[in-house]
């Protein structure tokens, strides 16, 4: 294993330089400008604010899963998953200025030269992108949502700002709002012509180029953390599993405006988020592929193993990338 010297003064492998310089070529060679490639204007992908497509699955929505969601006429069913849908797309937004603003401040702190930069810039540039595409999104769906909790809004500025100088921490916490996301959209996806079509389509250019800023995050951990003291190691493996459920429930959790919105009583949103065995397993399903990865960093600790089962986000490890969720069937 070739070893050179890094932009940060340590050492790091030549295998890392390679990725880092695949996947910045991945980003020349495969990328997606949101007026370019959809055709928004496009009759086919029209939206249709009645489209019965707006329900949510009871498979892959914890809320659909309720019993006191499925008794809804299909009229009030439509209108909830068309607000759950578009206010998740402006979550998912906020967090991307989130990731650019912790990154920014990590990219902008390496010295002339680093491979890391690079690659920095192409996936802010595609981030960029996505917030551009959520939003026209949000916009043409034609609900207006508040997207992120008030307190999480509120500390937005400050955890991006915060997370450029606790890297490590960083690139977690990019994890844990990636990851449930990508597995929400994959989910979607599987399904097939469950979603309309112009959120499925957001949602393939969003897979794409997320799978590049997934792997990233993960090399940049595995060369990282493999420098880091024992220390830095427990805080780590301690805060995997913490930033996991926290940006869990702050991406794929409605705020309390949704509740009072549709009068959803409160036992209902406390069994979908997270108190079910049918919404633990999709929550705990989130995870398989972030578990590998911190068995194979060796934060998979005792330790932090009980917090990860403490938290509710304990589980299997995936045996490959994106391995579907076979168990997370919906309980009868």
Same mark, same amino acid.
């Given at each position: ?9 340590? &050492? ?7 990725? *880092?310089?695949? &996947? ?38 914890? *809320? ?34 989130? *990731? $650019? ?35 026209? &999104? ?50 979607? $996806? ?73 009068? $959803? ?41 009980? &917090? ?25």
């Amino acid at each position: 294993m070739t070893l050179t010297e890094s932009s940060r003064g340590g &050492l790091i492998t030549e295998e890392y330089r390679d990725a *880092l310089a695949t &996947l910045s070529q991945g980003s020349v060679d495969r990328h997606f400008d949101p007026y370019l490639d959809i055709d928004w204007d496009s009759p086919e992908l029209a939206i249709d604010p009645d489209d019965p497509r707006w329900a949510l699955s009871p498979d892959v929505d914890p *809320l659909g899963a309720t019993q006191w969601y499925r008794d809804q006429p299909l009229e009030r069913q439509i209108a909830i998953g068309k607000w759950r849908t578009a206010n998740a797309i402006k979550v998912g937004a906020a967090f991307e200025s989130i *990731l $650019i603003r912790g990154m920014m401040q990590y990219a902008m702190k390496l010295p002339n030269g680093s491979p890391e930069f690079r690659y920095c810039m192409h996936e802010m540039t595609e981030e960029c992108n996505h917030i551009q595409m959520f939003q026209e &999104l949000v916009n043409r769906i034609g609900v207006d949502v508040p997207g992120m909790r008030p307190l999480f809004r509120a500390l937005s500025p400050l955890i991006g700002v915060a997370g450029g100088y606790a890297y490590a921490i960083l690139f977690i916490g990019i994890l844990g709002g990636e990851e449930p996301i990508d597995h929400y959209q994959k989910a979607v $996806i599987r399904e097939g012509e469950r979603m309309p079509p112009m959120v499925l389509r957001t949602m393939q250019i969003h897979i794409a180029e997320e799978a590049r800023h997934i792997s990233f995050a993960g090399e940049f951990l595995a060369v990282h953390v493999a420098r880091m003291g024992k220390f830095n190691r427990g805080a780590c493996s301690v805060a995997f599993p913490i930033a996991m459920r926290w940006l869990a429930g702050e991406i794929m959790a409605p705020p309390r405006s949704f509740a009072r919105e549709f009068d $959803i009583p409160r036992e209902v949103i406390e069994q979908a988020f997270w108190k079910s065995e049918h919404s633990r397993r999709i929550l705990s399903g989130y995870f398989g592929d972030m578990r590998k990865l911190a068995d194979d960093l060796g934060l998979m600790n005792p330790v932090a193993k009980r &917090l990860w089962n403490a938290l509710g986000v304990g589980g299997p490890a995936s045996r490959y990338r994106s391995e579907p969720e076979r168990h997370g069937r919906r309980a009868a």
